[in-house]
């Protein structure tokens, strides 16, 4: 019965975050100005000492990203507008992988969850479970407000060039500021 209630209310909470992140998403783009002599940004230790389980249940440390210039994705399998976004986000992957560029997706949900999502959805780039941890590691990167989906681009030097908080599929002007911030890393 526990744990019924506890799974009842991370699906709701889980509907409030990807609903909130379809609203801000339409609505906010928070880019920050390139800066090549700033410090790495502490907020990414909690992304580096990150242990998270990828699709067949093993432990991984996400230490093995930093130095190169890297796309984090937090989604989850019941976010419609994180769904959506996952082919141009593989696409994405495609083009930027021979400059170096990586892509990752942090699932705000369970290992069982995203193997099912992937039968149904391929994805390119290597997913991770974080549960319900995943939405404290998406905030301590920016995402005040909670929303999926929500992406961090990160450079080699290990500076949070930029965040988008939702979809960046909603229009091809977000898929091209997208574009735009990868060329520059």
């Known amino acids: 019965m526990k744990t019924k209630r506890l799974f009842i209310l991370m699906c709701s909470m889980g509907a409030i975050a990807c609903a909130v992140g379809f609203y801000a998403g339409r609505h906010f783009f928070i880019a920050q100005p390139q800066q090549t002599e700033q410090p790495p940004n502490p907020n990414l230790a909690a992304l580096w000492q990150a242990k998270l389980s990828d699709q067949r249940g093993h432990t991984q440390s996400l230490a093995q990203y930093q130095g190169s210039p890297l796309v984090v994705n937090f989604w989850a399998a019941w976010c419609k507008p994180c769904v959506e976004e996952m082919p141009a986000l593989s696409d994405l992957q495609n083009k930027y992988a021979p400059k170096g560029v990586r892509f990752i997706g942090i699932a705000i949900d369970s290992v069982a969850n995203v193997v099912k999502f992937e039968k149904k959805v391929k994805v390119n780039y290597p997913l991770y479970s974080a549960g319900y941890e ?52």
């Open 134 to 185: 995943g939405l404290e590691l998406a905030h301590a990167m920016g995402n005040t407000q909670g929303g999926l989906p929500f992406t961090v681009f990160i450079d080699a030097s290990g500076n949070i060039r930029s965040r988008l908080l939702g979809s960046v599929t909603q229009n091809k002007e977000r898929l091209k500021e997208l574009s735009a911030q990868l060329d520059t890393l």
